[in-house]
């Protein structure tokens, strides 16, 4: 008969897990938005208590808090938590009521939870007759290997702690390509200095750049022996974290055993001895000393402890080590994994780890159908790791582009694409697992790691198409931007000094510009901030142009400010119409404020300038009618029987110029009648075709991306009033109109001045901006009445 206490505490747990469920599935479906509250804020404890529901739906929304903040999806990548991770989650609740029994049954449980899970793990591992040691660090295990090592080799440690030491230096070995910051933790939980640590280089000619080299390992140990140190324990890999290769472990284990040293391997690769069929480099680890296992990654289960299985034979030593506890309580940490366990089989676990590595067979069959895509794995046979990344060669080989210009930056250029297509990839399939690294040699790649991700994200076979899918879309975005980077590069320079090329090589796009302003007479602050103005409007309007093209400021922590880069592009964008349109872009923000700026002082000196030429022509215009006609009475009549014909002319204000001229040629010739209007203006942007976005080559394909494509799409373009950007946006062949048709004028009149003032009467007329984006002027009518 089962224990009602037991029967409770499934259901607490199914009940917990559910309402959790429930409260995930509302959110991820945006049925329960829910703002900053007083919930979320730390606040004193309640005076009454509350119940189990009303508990876990605060847990929900604190673990939901940051996603109900940003009001949008969360994008991390969630476990995939099946029945045998609600086994495991169990085991934690079982743990905490098995505690509460009396010392001898719980003794007696312990033991046996201890036993079983110690020998199903031996015999799954093939490992046989060793004992186990659980642990939530996994770099605890190898802390506990290494003082147990030490009280081994040193007979009075027990006695006389860390003073005998000194005569004989312990030295522990690692590979270049092991895990970072791994001997600097076992110096600093043993108590050692840095220099007990040994750091063995990778093999440089022969052999796996990512395996420890055996002959230069051997070489250091006979000089630390000569020394009169002594060589301790050797750290081995059965998958480097990066790249996932073995060591070879067989040599190493006979070194090992030369120098009566200890061998531990540790490695994503030691769950295929699971497997039927082993390798003979994996299969070498099972003549190790001990080995650190982490199956709560490798088969799904949340929160289950990581092991380490190990060789002594002296108990007194396991315990004196940390190895084992007298504790019963201790050995409680096994009880998720046992449970685990039991719930797969051992079928179960071996389905999940050959549906693992299959999984990166079936990707690595993949990638080489991918012109641009270059792989690297140990063995294309049996590697569970495969590193993929996009290659310079083969992409200039596939596109017959040309890549010249980025010798010295290649590398640094690939790289910032890389870590580009990893994070695309991560973003549209984040079930596949993928990640970025950077290794010392190849670079920055892709990394797909099924037997550390595939259980925990329930990875299938249809997510490893999507990828690929994926992936084949973005490589010709990436052909093309890199083949059109240094076009892009040139039409900059040719644009030069508005125009100042931004040389960013961690930028993964076509390239990055600033504008510059020609304005002289500025200081260096005011150049700064007027340089931040017409950069920030100007990446504000390319953001707002129908086009495909992303345009940002690029990096969040660059270096380089009040610039504008470019992202990705197609094959078929205009490189030279871009830099044109954005050195016109620039060039009209700039003339725009600065004419705002002048307008004041412009307006101001024309005014004066218009009055002292009123006041000359009222004065010739007296010379010429003579004093009689000046009189109120008599000129009035002398005016109707004898009509006097005025030759003074009248005159045009150019804001733009800030000059006045004759308006003789303006009502002679009817400029202002004639002047041709916008819609009769043939301009660049009515031979795009219909659908057609910016910087588009018209021709076959030139609209075949892809709208799904992970490069964006900009906003349509926003047009205020009736002003229209078509002709900055495509600059016109022809020359602009001469200066004196395309400014608008402003007439001045004279009029006859009384004696005592001047008075005078402004009116601007503002007329429409032409095709080139010029100001046509405004005309002032200055008359006297």
Not at 679 to 698: A, E, I, V
Not at 749 to 766: D, L, M, N, R, W
Request: charge should be negative.
């Amino acid at each position: 008969m089962v224990d009602s206490t037991l029967v409770q505490v499934g259901k607490n747990l199914s009940e917990a897990m559910r309402i959790l469920g429930d409260g995930h599935r509302e959110l991820e479906a945006g049925t329960e938005r829910r703002h900053l509250s007083r919930t979320s804020i730390p606040g004193p404890l309640q005076g009454d208590g509350q119940d189990v529901a009303t508990i876990l739906h605060l847990v929900h929304n604190l673990i939901n808090e940051e996603e109900e903040e940003e009001d949008k999806p969360s994008r991390h990548r969630m476990q995939n938590v099946g029945e045998q991770g609600h086994m495991a989650l169990l085991g934690h609740s079982l743990a905490a009521y098995i505690s509460v029994l009396d010392r001898e049954r719980l003794r007696k449980l312990t033991t046996r939870i201890l036993s079983d899970t110690t020998l199903w793990l031996c015999r799954l591992f093939r490992y046989e007759n060793s004992s186990a040691y659980f642990h939530e660090d996994d770099r605890d295990g190898l802390v506990k290997v290494c003082r147990l090592v030490i009280n081994a080799r040193y007979e009075e440690y027990a006695s006389e702690g860390y003073t005998v030491l000194s005569s004989k230096q312990p030295v522990i070995y690692q590979s270049a390509s092991g895990r970072p910051g791994l001997g600097q933790h076992l110096c600093s939980q043993l108590g050692l200095p840095l220099s007990s640590l040994c750091t063995v280089p990778c093999n440089t000619i022969f052999g796996s750049q990512h395996q420890m080299d055996v002959a230069l390992l051997d070489k250091l140990i006979k000089e630390d022996v000569e020394a009169g140190k002594l060589p301790l324990l050797l750290i081995a890999n059965a998958g480097t974290p990066g790249a996932g290769h073995t060591d070879k472990l067989g040599r190493l284990k006979d070194l090992c055993d030369q120098y009566s040293m200890w061998l531990h391997v540790e490695g994503v690769n030691l769950a295929t001895l699971a497997l039927g069929q082993v390798t003979s480099a994996i299969m070498a680890a099972n003549r190790s000393d001990s080995m650190t296992l982490t199956p709560g990654q490798w088969l799904g289960l949340p929160a289950v402890s990581a092991v380490t299985l190990y060789r002594h034979e002296d108990p007194a030593l396991s315990l004196a080590a940390g190895l084992t506890s007298s504790q019963p309580v201790a050995k409680l940490r096994a009880l998720p994994l046992w449970l685990s366990l039991q719930y797969l089989g051992h079928n179960g676990i071996v389905q999940k780890i050959r549906h693992a590595t299959a999984l990166s067979q079936q990707l690595l069959q993949k990638l080489k159908t991918l012109a641009s895509i270059k792989t690297s794995v140990e063995d294309e046979v049996s590697s569970p790791v495969v590193l993929f990344k996009f290659s310079q060669e083969m992409s200039a080989a596939s596109s017959g582009g040309s890549v010249e210009g980025y010798c010295a930056g290649e590398k640094e250029v690939l790289d910032a694409f890389n870590r580009w297509l990893g994070e695309q990839l991560v973003q549209l399939v984040p079930t596949s697992g993928v990640d970025v690294v950077d290794l010392e040699d190849e670079g920055t790649c892709v990394r797909f790691s099924p037997l550390m991700t595939a259980s925990v994200l329930g990875t299938q076979q249809g997510d490893i198409e999507d990828l690929v899918e994926k992936l084949s879309e973005l490589m010709p975005v990436m052909n093309s931007t890199m083949c059109l980077r240094q076009d892009f590069r040139e039409e900059t320079h040719r644009h030069s000094p508005s125009l100042i090329y931004i040389e960013d090589l961690s930028w993964p796009g076509l390239g990055a510009v600033r504008y510059e302003p020609q304005a002289e007479g500025m200081d260096e602050s005011r150049r700064k901030q007027e340089m931040e103005k017409i950069n920030t409007e100007l990446l504000k309007k390319l953001q707002d142009l129908d086009t495909d093209i992303i345009f940002s400021t690029g990096p969040e922590f660059g270096t380089e400010e009040d610039c504008i880069f470019v992202g990705m592009v197609t094959e078929d964008v205009d490189v030279s119409e871009l830099v044109d349109t954005m050195a016109a872009l620039g060039r009209d923000i700039e003339e725009s404020g600065r004419l705002l700026e002048n307008m004041t002082e412009v307006v101001r000196k024309g005014i004066l300038e218009a009055e002292l030429q009123l006041q000359k022509a009222n004065e010739e215009k007296l010379m010429e009618e003579g004093l009689m006609r000046q009189l109120p009475l008599v000129g009035s009549v002398l005016n109707w029987f004898s009509p006097f014909q005025s030759s003074i002319k009248g005159r045009t204000f150019n804001l733009a110029a800030g000059s006045l001229d004759s308006t003789e040629v303006t009502y002679s010739t009817k400029a202002q009648a004639g002047r041709p209007s916008l819609q009769d203006t043939p301009t660049s942007s009515s031979k795009r075709l219909p659908g057609q976005r910016l910087f588009r080559r018209s021709g076959p394909g030139s609209d075949s991306f892809s709208e799904t494509s992970s490069i964006g799409q900009a906003e349509e373009i926003t047009r205020e009033g009736s002003t229209t950007l078509s002709s900055s946006i495509h600059p016109p062949a022809s020359p602009p109109a001469p200066e004196e048709d395309s400014h608008s004028a402003s007439d001045i009149a004279p009029e006859k001045i009384p004696e005592s003032s001047v008075e005078v009467h402004t009116q601007v007329e503002a007329e429409a901006a032409s095709e080139q984006r010029q100001p046509e002027g405004q005309e002032v009518e200055q008359s006297e009445r």
